[in-house]
């Protein structure tokens, strides 16, 4: 068996651009995840280095999303609160001349108010524990450090319901372009809470909770 095709295959490879790599890698992803896959087409690539830190790894990333979860939890108890807390004042506090039915709604108002409240803190009291830890962890990583790949990509693809839209994501690839290592979706609702939620620990925003 001859080794020309082979040998030909691995200098083709070899020959190939930062972008011809790039392009190549994240068009076999979105062959897998496009519901469309037929209607893609390309319409901007850039790539730069990628370097540790929150948003480029993984690990940070995953905590991210927990972070945003948590966050969204915590605010959810904190409307709550806010609506028992507005029922409580519509119904009392108590006097000599209120009714023992508007007594009784007001304390259960107050009671869920307070426990919506309790639970908002208690939330939020790890998450600033959380958010400790991540910017623990990042003081101890080798932020110049190169891992790879940030590649920005923006497409057209039909949608389920047939309209065209554009996709706009951002890849951190491996310094060969052969594995996709972190996918973020410019667009996507739990991308940017994540993202938003990671920034939060690169400031002073939870020193501000007790």
């Avoid at 993202?195 to 690169?202: F, K, Q």
Wanted: aromatic share 10%.
């Amino acid at each position: 068996m001859t080794m020309l095709p082979i040998v030909a295959a691995l200098l083709l490879a070899g020959c190939q651009s930062k972008e011809e790599k790039a392009d190549e890698l994240i068009r076999k992803e979105l062959f897998k995840t496009l519901y469309d896959f037929e209607s893609y087409q390309p319409i901007e690539t850039t790539i730069r280095e990628a370097k540790l830190n929150l948003y480029n790894d993984t690990a940070f990333w995953r905590l991210g999303a927990v972070l945003a979860y948590s966050m969204d939890q915590s605010m959810e108890h904190i409307e709550k609160s806010k609506e028992a807390e507005n029922h409580m004042n519509i119904w009392g506090p108590p006097t000599a001349y209120s009714s023992s039915y508007s007594d009784r709604r007001y304390y259960e108002y107050r009671n869920e108010y307070m426990e919506h409240l309790e639970k908002a803190l208690e939330i939020g009291r790890t998450c600033k524990s959380l958010a400790g830890t991540m910017r623990d962890s990042l003081l101890q990583c080798d932020t110049t450090q190169v891992i790879g790949w940030e590649v920005s990509h923006r497409f057209r693809c039909k949608t389920r319901g047939g309209n065209l839209a554009i996709g706009d994501y951002r890849y951190i690839v491996d310094k060969d372009f052969e594995n996709i290592i972190l996918r973020e979706d410019k667009d996507d609702d739990d991308d940017k809470k994540i993202r938003a939620a990671l920034g939060t620990v690169l400031t002073d925003y939870w020193d501000q909770i007790n």
